[in-house]
Nanobody, 115 residues
Framework: QVQLVESGGGLVQAGGSLRLSCAASRSIFSINTLGWYRQAPGKQRELVAS???????NYANFVMGRFTISRDNAKNTIYLQMNSLKPEDTAVYYC?????????WGQGTQVTVSS
């Protein structure tokens, strides 16, 4: 099993930045893919960014050039650096792990961007 704990959400003005963290309960070397998803009220959960065990990254078009996913293997933590935030980025952000043929989710962290 994998437990994921997100942190770093909050309220920020448009154009500002936030960094989300997701700490895993086991070595992230053992996890195939880690990612960030988000869900806005009334909308489906959508992929924001992901990073594989080998370090390959993938981004949704709507965050390309603004968000950066990274990992710290020593801390078993991944990050999502979010710059140039827009009101439409307001959502609950969830960490996700693809491990041993199962998907695991964190509890989510709220990001609110005011205009």
């Amino acid at each position: 099993q994998v437990q994921l704990v997100e942190s770093g959400g909050g309220l920020v003005q448009a154009g500002g930045s936030l960094r989300l963290s997701c700490a895993a309960s086991r070595s992230i070397f053992s996890i195939n893919t880690l990612g960030w998803y988000r869900q806005a009220p009334g909308k489906q959960r959508e992929l924001v960014a992901s990073i594989t065990r080998g370090g390959s990254t993938n981004y949704a078009n709507f965050v390309m050039g603004r968000f950066t996913i990274s990992r710290d293997n020593a801390k078993n933590t991944i990050y999502l650096q979010m710059n140039s935030l827009k009101p439409e980025d307001t959502a609950v952000y969830y960490c996700n792990a693809d491990y041993n043929y199962r998907l695991y989710w964190g509890q989510g962290t709220q990001v609110t961007v005011s205009s």
